[in-house]
């Protein structure tokens, strides 16, 4: 098997960038920032995170992107270097993706009295057709390191964030994730949680036990496979392996809504099965404690009791958690049968 390194994927100015996921400490939505006057503007501003001052880098600025506004769906990737915490900017998350060296090259710019290793785009590689720019941790953490007071005039805290306008509503939410960041994290010991990664199907949680799961990716490039059942969407090429791409709305009783179908996928591995299923949107990873656990709604279908296992609280509402083997080993999934 060739080994690869995974990747924390992103999209900036419609640019996707690349950074090693293992440096990524949370990935969170952009919260309200304290600007530095005397700072760099390329620098967006403080953020009180867990109780620590980490930098925020307006990652596009300092890319040499012309001037563009920030959304309340950009995101902020905290990643840690050489015990440095720092955030970026992004616009959006696409996936966790391994990719092999043999998929990266040298950035091929000449950068005349600039250490290649200070270079913020360090390499790129072509993955899927797709070309991504590997951010250099290293050079972010320098950056910050070597910061010195900027002589441009000082910038108010609506205009370091680049906003055209802040509506109270969102001012509101900016505050609001702000000063749930402040929070410290439970210091549970989470050896005796259970590991889930949430993600969003129609309007429904679901949470996945994270052992089963080998990655998220986009899906793309599907090619239909004939003489199959109708939850299988098609094929795609995953580096290499044959993934199969299944719909799971129909078993659980999720609506279609109107035959348009998820775009993002959730790589499953389960005993020998390697398979695919559509989601729309991964949120995050979590550890659940046992006492936190709840039976199902005594309103759950029997259909959707084979498939789901229990609930937990979020976000207001409640997480279902997909018993894997059940899903994908009961007949109602079952690829090769007679239909």
């Known amino acids: 098997m060739i080994a690869e390194t995974a990747y924390l994927i992103f999209t900036l100015r419609h640019t996707h960038y690349a950074i090693e996921a293992n440096t990524v400490r949370e990935i969170v939505w952009l919260p309200a920032l304290t600007p530095i006057p005397s700072l760099p503007t390329h620098f967006a501003g403080m953020l009180n995170y867990r109780g620590d ?110 906003w055209p306008t802040v509506t109270h509503e969102e001012q509101v939410v900016l505050q609001e994730r702000a000063v749930a960041l402040q929070q410290q994290p439970d210091h549970e010991d989470v050896s005796g949680c259970l590991p889930f990664a949430v993600v969003q199907l129609n309007e429904s949680y679901l949470a996945v036990d994270l052992s089963y799961i080998r990655e998220f990716t986009e899906a793309r490039h599907m090619v239909p496979v004939p ?55 991964v949120l995050e990873s979590i550890h659940v404690s046992h006492t936190a656990l709840q039976p199902l709604p005594l309103a759950t279908s029997v259909e959707n009791e084979r498939y789901l296992s229990g609930t937990f609280p979020y976000r207001g509402g409640l997480a279902s958690i997909l018993n894997v083997p059940k899903l994908l080993t009961s007949g109602a999934m079952m690829v090769n049968e007679q239909e």
């Not at 506004?69 to 950009?74: G, I, R, S």
């Not at 972010?140 to 070597?146: K, Q, S």
């Not at 094929?235 to 129909?250: A, C, H, Q």
Request: aromatic content about 4%; charged content about 20%.
């Open 53 to 162: 001052l980490i930098p925020v880098i307006n990652l596009a600025k300092r890319l040499g992107y012309p001037s563009g506004t920030f959304h309340l769906n950009d995101r902020v990737v905290i990643f840690v270097w050489n015990t440095l915490t720092v955030g970026v900017i992004v616009n959006e998350v696409k996936d966790v993706r391994g990719i092999a060296e043999s998929e990266i090259s040298v950035v091929p710019l000449e950068e005349v009295g600039v250490d290649a290793q200070l270079r913020f785009v360090k390499h790129m590689a072509k993955v899927d057709q797709e070309l991504l720019m590997i951010i250099n941790p290293a050079t972010v953490i320098h950056d910050v390191e070597m910061m010195a007071p900027s002589t441009e005039e000082p910038l108010k805290e609506t205009e370091a964030l680049s």
């Open 227 to 281: 003489c199959c059942p109708a939850f299988v969407v098609g094929n795609m090429n995953l580096r290499g392996d044959i993934l199969t791409l299944i719909d799971v709305r129909t078993t659980l009783n999720f609506t279609l809504h109107g035959g348009h179908l998820p775009t993002k996928v959730m790589v499953i591995t389960c005993g020998q099965l390697l398979v695919g299923i559509l989601i729309n949107d």
